[in-house]
C-alpha cells in the first residue's frame, strides 16, 4: 500500500503534530508541525521538514542552524492525527541549543532544569 499524505487526519488549520525521536536512544527530541507538504516533501528527501506557523514558511531542520534531522522511519498513529519521526539528529534539536526542547521536568510542584545548553 503506497502512503498519502493525504490520508493523515489535519486540523483545521491543515497540521498534524509530529514527535521527533533518535532513532538510536529512544530520547524524545522535540514537537512541530506539519502539513501535508511538509510530510510529502520530508517523506521524498530524507529531510525532516516542518511547517513554522510563526514564519508561514517550511522549515526543514538544521538548513540554517547545521543541526540537521535525517528521517529513519515516519509512524503513523492508530488515529492518524499525529506522527513520529524517528531521526538520526546533529547536534540539538531545540532552539535553546539543549539536545532535547523537553528538558524541564515538574517535581514535587516545582519546576528542575535538567540538561543545560551544548557547547
Same mark, same amino acid.
Do not use: S
Given at each position: 500500500m503506497r502512503f498519502d499524505p493525504a490520508s493523515?487526519?489535519?486540523? !483545521? #488549520? &491543515?497540521?498534524?503534530?509530529?514527535?521527533?525521536?533518535?532513532?538510536?536512544? &529512544?530520547? %524524545?527530541?522535540?514537537?512541530?508541525?506539519? #502539513?501535508?507538504? !511538509? %510530510?510529502?516533501?520530508? %517523506?521524498?528527501?530524507?529531510r525532516v521538514t516542518y511547517w513554522s506557523r510563526s514564519r508561514g514558511a517550511f522549515w526543514v531542520k538544521g538548513e540554517t542552524s547545521g543541526h540537521v534531522q535525517r528521517l529513519v522511519e515516519l509512524r503513523v498513529d492508530c488515529d492518524r492525527d499525529a506522527l513520529l519521526a524517528m531521526v538520526e539528529q546533529e547536534g540539538p534539536a531545540c532552539h535553546t541549543n539543549r539536545r532535547s526542547c523537553f528538558y524541564t521536568a515538574v517535581r514535587e510542584g516545582g519546576e528542575v532544569v535538567l540538561t543545560e545548553p551544548m557547547v
Open positions: 493523515l487526519k489535519y486540523d !483545521a #488549520n &491543515g497540521l498534524i503534530p509530529c514527535i521527533a525521536q533518535d532513532h538510536a536512544t &529512544g530520547e %524524545v527530541l522535540m514537537m512541530a508541525w506539519m #502539513n501535508a507538504e !511538509a %510530510v510529502a516533501r520530508t %517523506v521524498a528527501t530524507g
